[in-house]
C-alpha cells in the first residue's frame, strides 16, 4: 500500500475541495444575510489540512494502485464528509451541534437529501446555497471532478474512476482518455444544470430558488431551500419540469460504468 500517494492525493483533493467553500461566501455578500465568515473559516481550515498533508509527502513519487484509489476514495469522502461539515458547526444560523453538521453534509454529498435542519425559510440565502451545491457535486461524484483535474497534476486518474465505480463495468469509458470522459460527464452535467434552472425560472420560480433547486433535480437529490419543498410553489408547470429533468439527468450522465438509481422527487425530508 503506497500510503505516501494516498496521503499526496488527499492533500491535493482536500485542498480543490476547499475552493466549493468560496461561491457561498460570493452568495453572502451578494444578498447581505452575514454569514460569510463561516464560510471563510472552513475554506481556509480545509485548504491548509490538505496544503500540510501534501507538504509532508510531495516529493515520494509513487505510482497510484488499484488498491490505493479504493483507500483514496474511502477516505475522501469521510473526511469530505467532516471537512463539508465545517460551515453548519461554525454557522450561528442555522445553530446544530456538532453531529447534526456532520450528518447534514454527508446526506448532501451522498445526495440521500435527509435533514436535520428546520425552518430552511429562515435561514441565511448562502447556508442554503451551500446545501445545494453539496448534493450538486455529489450527485455527479467530485472524484469523478478529481480525475479530470488530477492528470494536470501528473497524477493518474483510472484508478480513482474504477474505485469509484461500482459495477462489473469499470473499463468502459465514453472516449478513449479517462481525463476527457469525465470532462464529458461534467459538461452534460453542467449543460442540464444551465437547462433545469432556466426552466425553473421560466415557470415561475426566482432566480435563486431555480438554481437551488436545480442542483437538486439534477443530482436526484432531495435538498430544497423551503420547508415545503417543491411543494412550496404549488406550481404544476414546477413539478414537470422536476420529473423531465430527473428522467433526463438519469441516462445522460450514465454510462455503462457508472451506478444506476432510480429518480426520486425532491423532498426535504426532516428528523
Not at 503506497?2 to 499526496?8: D, G, H, K, M, P
Not at 436535520?116 to 425559510?121: K, Q, R, S, T
Request: hydrophobic share 50%; charged share 10%; with cysteine.
Amino acid at each position: 500500500m503506497q500510503f505516501s500517494a494516498v496521503q499526496r492525493i488527499l492533500g491535493i483533493l482536500l485542498m480543490l475541495f476547499s475552493l466549493t467553500m468560496l461561491p457561498p461566501v460570493a452568495v453572502s455578500f451578494w444578498y447581505g444575510d452575514g454569514s460569510a465568515t463561516p464560510f471563510v473559516i472552513a475554506s481556509l481550515l480545509t485548504f491548509l489540512a490538505g496544503a500540510v498533508s501534501w507538504v509532508l509527502v510531495r516529493k515520494k513519487r509513487r505510482e497510484l494502485r488499484l488498491r490505493d484509489g479504493f483507500l483514496v476514495v474511502v477516505m475522501f469522502w469521510s473526511v469530505l464528509g467532516l471537512t463539508g461539515s465545517l460551515p453548519f458547526t461554525l454557522s450561528a444560523n442555522p445553530r446544530i451541534s456538532i453531529t447534526d453538521s456532520i450528518f447534514e453534509s454527508i446526506s448532501g454529498l451522498t445526495t440521500t437529501g435527509a435533514t436535520v435542519i428546520v425552518g430552511l425559510d429562515d435561514l441565511p440565502e448562502s447556508i442554503l446555497y451551500y446545501r445545494q451545491q453539496l448534493q450538486w457535486l455529489g450527485g455527479m461524484g467530485i472524484i469523478v471532478l478529481a480525475v479530470a483535474v488530477l492528470p494536470m497534476l501528473g497524477i493518474g486518474g483510472m484508478q480513482l474512476y474504477r474505485a469509484e465505480t461500482p459495477g462489473p463495468m469499470k473499463d468502459s469509458k465514453l472516449t478513449p482518455r479517462i481525463t476527457e470522459t469525465a470532462k464529458a460527464l461534467w459538461y452534460i452535467y453542467l449543460g442540464l444544470t444551465v437547462s433545469c434552472a432556466i426552466a425553473y425560472w421560466l415557470a415561475g420560480m426566482s432566480v435563486f430558488d431555480a438554481v437551488g433547486h436545480a442542483f437538486s433535480t439534477v443530482a436526484i437529490g432531495g435538498f430544497s431551500t423551503h420547508d415545503a419543498s417543491i411543494a412550496y410553489s404549488a406550481s404544476s408547470a414546477i413539478d414537470l419540469v422536476a420529473v423531465f429533468f430527473m428522467f433526463v439527468r438519469w441516462p445522460a450522465t450514465t454510462p455503462p460504468s457508472v451506478k444506476c438509481e432510480l429518480p426520486l422527487m425532491p423532498t426535504a425530508a426532516t428528523s
